[in-house]
Nanobody, 122 residues
Framework: QVQLVESGGGLVQAGGSLRLSCAPSKSIFSINAMGWYRQAPGKQRDLVATITRGGRTNYADPVKGRFTISRANANNTMYLQMNSLKPEDTAVYYC????????????????WGQGTQVTVSS
């Protein structure tokens, strides 16, 4: 079974930066849309940002202007550069991928990572 593997989470002070990475555990030819979700304790898993194979991006309002999603199509590696981090960004961040051209609703996402913890202290 294909898995996505995230890395780059950790503890950072408010105003700091982190860069998350995501890569498949083995080659996947069917990946098109990719994205990042996050889940804070007691809350649902929310969309953070998505990116198509062609590079079209979409961001949730809370992270616009602070986070940047990017990808390398050659190996389906995806990144999330997070700047000006706030305590409310604290969550487990999940990598997601789909064979569809545009990321589908959360319930229809085909591939998920195991999650990486991001903690922002005030």
């Amino acid at each position: 079974q294909v898995q996505l593997v995230e890395s780059g989470g950790g503890l950072v002070q408010a105003g700091g930066s982190l860069r998350l990475s995501c890569a498949p555990s083995k080659s996947i030819f069917s990946i098109n849309a990719m994205g990042w979700y996050r889940q804070a304790p007691g809350k649902q898993r929310d969309l953070v940002a998505t990116i198509t194979r062609g590079g079209r991006t979409n961001y949730a309002d809370p992270v616009k202007g602070r986070f940047t999603i990017s990808r390398a199509n050659a190996n389906n590696t995806m990144y999330l550069q997070m700047n000006s981090l706030k305590p409310e960004d604290t969550a487990v961040y999940y990598c997601a991928a789909s064979p569809l051209l545009i990321m589908p609703p959360r319930s229809r996402v085909d591939y998920w990572g195991q999650g990486t913890q991001v903690t922002v202290s005030s």
